[in-house]
């Protein structure tokens, strides 16, 4: 029964590095969302996905690209990291009529 | 867009007692109110949540009301125990254009039961 799975769970990663957080769930959900969580700020919404084959800005895109791989999967990927991107990332997911479920985060550092 | 203000940002209380939490929001085509535990190390747990169709919806210890008219609604949990300590946050949900919906988040309150 895992719900939604983060990998990985920690990064480090220096400026001007890429790198792919990696999200799936295995409830059948149609739904997928990325956000990003800072001290103060509570969570805001980097991208989401309503369902297969669609992506749309949130909030907060600049920097980030996503992916919906297929139903289970999506992803986000920093291309240029940078020190303000230095965060904790979850990914949610969201049957319809159902409340959004997170998974347990990504904490990014970017030096 | 949305905007949800969370109050307080912390909250001492000693076990037995009541913690109440407070968020505003400011688009009246938000319809849904979930409510958010966050422990340590851990992802965001729905607790509870409500829609804008309902009033007060209760479940064990904890409730929540909801007043539309003027945009606010709280979070009530009642004889409270340590593990109640966490971090607590509100969240608005409105209709997204490309489908689905959004929640846009409170800054959280963490919450600290005592002995």
New interface residues.
């Given amino acids: 029964n895992a719900g939604v799975t983060q990998t990985p769970k920690f990064q480090v990663l220096k400026t001007g590095q890429s790198m792919t957080l990696q999200c799936a769930q295995d409830m059948n959900h149609n739904s997928m969302y990325w956000y990003r969580q800072d001290p103060g700020m509570g969570l805001r919404l980097i991208y989401y996905s309503a369902s297969e084959g669609t992506t749309d800005k949130g909030e907060v895109p600049n920097g980030y690209n996503v992916s919906r791989l297929n139903k289970r999967e999506f992803s986000l990927r920093l291309e240029s990291a940078a020190p303000s991107q230095t965060s904790v990332y979850f990914c949610a997911s969201r049957g319809d009529l159902q409340p959004q479920h997170f998974g347990d985060g990504t904490r990014l550092s970017i030096l | 867009?949305e905007n949800?203000e969370?109050h307080p940002?912390t909250l001492s209380v000693q076990e037995g007692d009541s913690a109440v939490i407070k968020c505003t929001y400011s688009d009246s085509a938000s319809n849904y109110f979930?409510w958010?535990k966050q422990e340590l190390?851990?992802?965001?747990?729905?607790i509870i949540?409500i829609r804008s169709n309902v009033g007060e919806k209760k479940d064990q210890r904890i409730a929540v009301t909801l007043n539309k008219t003027a945009k606010h609604f709280s979070l009530h949990i009642t004889e409270t125990q340590p593990e109640d300590s966490a971090v607590y946050?509100c969240a608005a949900s409105s209709p997204?254009?490309?489908?689905?919906?959004?929640?846009?988040?409170?800054?959280?309150t963490q919450l600290k039961v005592e002995l």
Avoid: A, E, R
């Fill in positions: 867009g949800v969370q940002s979930p958010y190390g851990k992802g965001p747990q729905l949540d946050f997204l254009t490309g489908g689905g919906n959004k929640l846009t988040f409170g800054t959280g």
